[in-house]
């Protein structure tokens, strides 16, 4: 199929893009390369062999989105692009909103107007909020607690909507979890821009010496060791839930939302002994005050992805920080930095 990656030169997003390219289907990406690198997309052809159209843009040029469909006939759409960092989401709610919710209206108006309805939106666990009631399934009443959050939930209400209003639509909701690794190559794989927001490219970055320690953010929660519980899962095992969730819709109309996770909680010290031994580095960490708006634990409940779909989460812990580590040990400074950045 020819499928239009918005997003996709991102770390989830470079991902399912290389594994789109492997199942054979022909890919466009759409990015503003905001919070990514065109490399990303560059080392994919390398290690896949395959071309990759790239169209540099933004979701909120509606112009430039109109012209993409206008230019090429797409079969699906798989929707990555967004901002994501949940404490940039608190100091600057307007520009999410504008981004995340604008930028998709823009998109589903496009998708309508060229009669391309199926779609495979990004969301994630955030949905859910602070809720307690582990492990989560899909049914699970949402109350996202930061904006960003709550843009995921409105785009789900959105395309809740339309589906009801429009039977043509085909919409796979996806709700990551904690995703992490990167491909075995070590030729991709996450790349934050500044100080890293989550807890293993943090790690990553002090198993490569760029940064002195970690803080661990609270150790008096109502977990075994006392550190945040998260269900983390590796980048390739959530790109091959975007396939099974294509081929799912390929011939479903309406809306369907899966969690994407392993089913499994691993602690923040588990984190930190597990990238050690898969790094060989130390990993020298403090403990500090929590960090608001976090929950204790957090972890899917995968079975309907395996009932629907039959996919589930292949790789464990251990091959997520070897993985992860492999990316990092090989690019110290991401893609298009020098050293010493
Ligand atoms: C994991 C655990 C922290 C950093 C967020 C978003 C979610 C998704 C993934 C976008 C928690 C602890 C972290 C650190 C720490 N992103 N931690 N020290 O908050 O579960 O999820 O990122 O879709 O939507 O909500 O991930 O990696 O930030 O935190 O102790 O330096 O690690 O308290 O327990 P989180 P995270």
């Not at 919409?171 to 075995?184: Q, T």
């Not at 934050?192 to 002195?212: F, S």
């Amino acid at each position: 199929m020819k499928i239009l990656v918005t997003g996709g030169a991102g770390f989830i997003g470079s991902h399912t893009v290389l594994t789109l390219l492997e199942e054979g289907h022909e890919v466009t990406v759409i990015d503003n390369l905001i919070n990514s690198a065109v490399d990303s997309l560059e080392r994919v052809e390398g290690l896949t062999g395959k071309k990759i159209n790239f169209c540099e843009g933004d979701l909120l040029d509606y112009g430039r989105l109109r012209a993409l469909f206008d230019q090429e006939e797409f079969d699906s759409v798989v929707h990555f692009a967004g901002l994501k960092a949940v404490g940039e989401s608190a100091e600057e709610p307007l520009r999410y909103y504008r981004n995340n919710v604008v930028g998709t209206l823009n998109l589903l108006e496009c998708m309508a107007d060229a009669g391309v309805y199926s779609l495979v939106f990004s969301s994630s666990a955030t949905v859910y909020g602070a809720s307690e009631n582990v492990p989560l399934i899909e049914g699970t009443p949402l109350g996202a607690i930061n904006p960003y959050g709550r843009t995921k939930q409105q785009i789900e209400d959105i395309l809740t909507d339309l589906s009801a209003a429009d039977p043509r639509w085909r919409v796979a909701v996806l709700r990551y979890f904690n995703p992490v690794g990167a491909h075995e190559s070590g030729r991709i794989g996450e790349d934050p821009k500044g100080t890293p927001n989550n807890l293993l490219p943090y790690v990553a970055q002090v198993a490569a010496g760029r940064r002195d320690k970690v803080t661990v953010f609270g150790s008096d929660y109502n977990t075994e060791d006392g550190t945040g519980v998260r269900d983390y899962i590796h980048v390739m095992d959530l790109a091959a839930g975007h396939i099974a969730a294509l081929n799912f819709i390929a011939n479903k109309n309406g809306i369907f939302r899966w969690n994407l996770g392993t089913g499994r909680g691993s602690s923040v010290l588990e984190v930190v002994s597990a990238f050690q031994k898969a790094s060989g580095r130390p990993i020298p960490y403090e403990v500090g005050p929590r960090r608001s708006g976090d929950a204790a634990v957090s972890y899917a409940d995968p079975s309907a992805a395996l009932v629907d779909l039959g996919w589930r989460a292949r790789r464990d812990l251990s091959q997520m920080c070897s993985d992860h580590w492999a990316w990092q040990e090989a690019n110290p400074f991401g893609y298009t930095h020098q050293a010493g950045s």
